[in-house]
């Protein structure tokens, strides 16, 4: 009991960290476009994290919890390990800046852990399939939808002031930024609910069915509210300022096609990264003034953070997990 209590706190943790270093997707746009200052921004993005568990139920959390590995390789151990690999791999990009996926992080700490303990034959081929094909999905249907979310508003407001268009979406990017808060904990907060839950029930404690208990889905929102909490300024730099320049009207468009996304993938039990999907919105909008508007050598660095992150948390949580066997 106690090596289980000690892997929900970690677990936990990891959880903290998520919400420290997604910050920025949830808050990245309305601090840019100066609408909330970043001290409301956190708050604001923290209590619609919090208050996510209320709208979605825990379709994501039941793919991490059975859909990646097989539970037969589920051990405190392969658990330990694949979150270590998540967090530290999570901790280095978020001192380097670079907003990668905290989900597809705790998927390949998860996958790097349970096939060092049991081979390639643990992999759940479709469900790492169906994450995969989101990784490029999800923000390249972000940057589309952030694309024509812009055009559109851009066209219903083309005899509108600049001024006057700026005084509404100041006040519009309030709810945008408040769904897609939901999102992003509706999505990246189940992911650790899974990890738990799965915990949890191959160590006995759910019986016979796997499900995930509310005081589970609790604490990982207040987790992940509280890494808000502490912002993650590295990368709002990053996100808000250095791929493109934002207003609020773009703000507000970015946000929306993202949070759009976010309500359908979770919807669908699709655990998808935030990060890739913020980003492609924000890119999206940034090319309806001119391509040259985005900054593509920048965007390229991303690219590469998250084409790497899968593999890099893996080898990190093979390496733990090797370590672990011979105390847990």
């Not at 990668?100 to 998860?110: I, R």
């Not at 990246?188 to 796997?210: N, R, V």
């Not at 999907?277 to 390229?300: D, F, H, N, P, Y």
């Amino acid at each position: 009991m106690t090596i289980v209590i000690i892997i929900i706190a970690i677990a936990l943790i990891f959880d903290f960290v998520n919400g420290l270093h997604d910050a920025a997707n949830s808050i990245a746009t309305v601090v840019s476009t100066r609408v909330l200052s970043p001290k409301q921004a956190v708050i604001w993005a923290a209590f619609f994290n919090f208050i996510a568990f209320l709208i979605f139920e825990t379709h994501v959390a039941t793919t991490i919890g059975k859909g990646v590995v097989e539970s037969s390789a589920i051990t405190t151990a392969v658990i330990a390990a694949g979150l270590l690999g998540a967090i530290v791999w999570d901790i280095l990009t978020w001192y380097l800046g670079l907003p990668v996926s905290s989900s597809h992080a705790l998927v390949g700490g998860l996958l790097g852990a349970a096939i060092t303990h049991n081979g390639f034959g643990v992999v759940i081929a479709k469900g790492v399939l169906m994450i995969c094909v989101f990784i490029v999905l999800s923000p390249v249907s972000g940057l589309i939808l952030g694309f024509i979310f812009m055009n559109i508003t851009n066209w219903l407001f083309r005899n509108a002031t600049p001024v006057k268009v700026d005084g509404y979406f100041r006040k519009l990017q309030l709810l945008s930024a408040a769904s897609y808060s939901l999102g992003h904990g509706g999505n990246d907060a189940q992911k650790t609910m899974g990890i738990i839950a799965i915990l949890l029930f191959t160590s006995g404690y759910l019986g016979t069915e796997f499900y995930v208990p509310l005081w589970v889905v609790l604490a990982c929102h207040a987790a992940m509210g509280l890494g808000t909490l502490m912002g993650g300024w590295r990368i709002v730099k990053t996100m808000g300022q250095k791929i493109t320049k934002l207003r609020p009207v773009g703000g507000f468009c970015a946000e929306t096609a993202g949070a759009a996304m976010l309500f359908v993938s979770t919807f669908m039990g699709v655990p998808v990264s935030t990060t890739h999907t913020i980003t492609g919105s924000i890119i999206g909008v940034g090319a309806t003034r001119r391509l040259t508007a985005v900054k593509w050598g920048l965007a390229g660095r991303v690219v590469w953070a998250w084409i790497l992150t899968i593999p890099a948390a893996a080898v990190v949580s093979a390496i733990s997990y090797l370590i672990l066997k011979h105390w847990i």
